[in-house]
């Protein structure tokens, strides 16, 4: 974890390390969930998973090539999704797919 003008970076090493995959959706995704709410820090959490995005964020960004498709809170991204990745990236964290 490296700090930038206060805030902190986090990036789960599932990529590297496929056995972590649903690492943060156990108990200890809700010690990290708390800890980083306790620190009041802005963090920010890179992940290639939507649970993950959803359990962890207070806001969401959406890239879609390196670009921001959306940004905003889940309910935001959920409710009026801005594109069809949007619209998939939200199912995925649903259960269904991805």
């Not at 902190?8 to 995704?29: S, V, Y």
């Not at 409710?79 to 964290?93: I, L």
């Given at each position: 974890?490296?700090?930038?003008?206060?805030?902190?970076?986090?990036?789960?090493?599932?990529r590297?390390?496929?056995?972590?995959?649903?690492?943060?959706?156990?108990?200890?995704?809700?010690?990290l969930?708390?800890?980083?709410?306790?620190?009041?820090?802005?963090?920010?959490?890179?992940?290639?998973?939507?649970?993950?995005?959803?359990?962890?964020?207070?806001?969401?960004?959406?890239?879609?090539?390196?670009?921001?498709?959306?940004?905003?809170?889940?309910?935001?991204l959920?409710?009026?999704?801005?594109?069809?990745?949007?619209?998939?990236?939200?199912?995925?964290?649903?259960?269904?797919?991805?």
């Amino acid at each position: 974890m490296g700090a930038a003008g206060g805030a902190r970076f986090l990036r789960p090493a599932r990529r590297r390390h496929p056995a972590a995959a649903g690492l943060i959706r156990d108990e200890r995704g809700a010690f990290l969930s708390g800890y980083l709410e306790a620190l009041a820090l802005p963090t920010i959490v890179v992940t290639h998973d939507a649970a993950d995005a959803r359990l962890l964020g207070q806001r969401v960004a959406v890239l879609e090539a390196g670009r921001v498709t959306q940004a905003g809170t889940w309910e935001e991204l959920a409710a009026r999704p801005a594109s069809r990745f949007v619209e998939e990236v939200v199912a995925s964290a649903r259960g269904g797919g991805g």
